[in-house]
């Protein structure tokens, strides 16, 4: 009787270590998946806002931006040329 307690004791204490085994691997997967989610909105927020910043800046381009080369001598006289 004493030997069947105890085996049902430790097959008690084997299925909460198995148990806390799969609770603390599905906790791993669920924070590096929060984190990988955050890096990506991060990361789409960065190229989102780089995008429109130079958009914004196209737009609101003045007649000095425009000319701002025209007085330059050509350094690249074979620009264009393809061999």
């Known amino acids: 009787m004493k030997l069947s307690r105890s085996l049902g ?3 008690d204490q084997i299925e909460d270590s198995v148990d806390c085994g ?3 691997g599905s906790t791993l997967l669920r924070n590096v998946g929060w984190i990988s989610a955050g890096i990506t909105v991060l990361a789409l927020g960065v190229v989102i806002g780089r995008e429109l910043r130079q958009r914004y800046k196209f ?3 003045t007649p000095y931006d425009f000319y701002a080369h025209s007085g330059d001598q050509a350094q690249d ?3 264009g040329v393809g061999i």
């Open 77 to 79: 006289v074979e620009f």
């Open 59 to 61: 737009n609101r381009r």
């Open 9 to 11: 004791k430790i097959g």
């Open 22 to 24: 799969t609770h603390d």
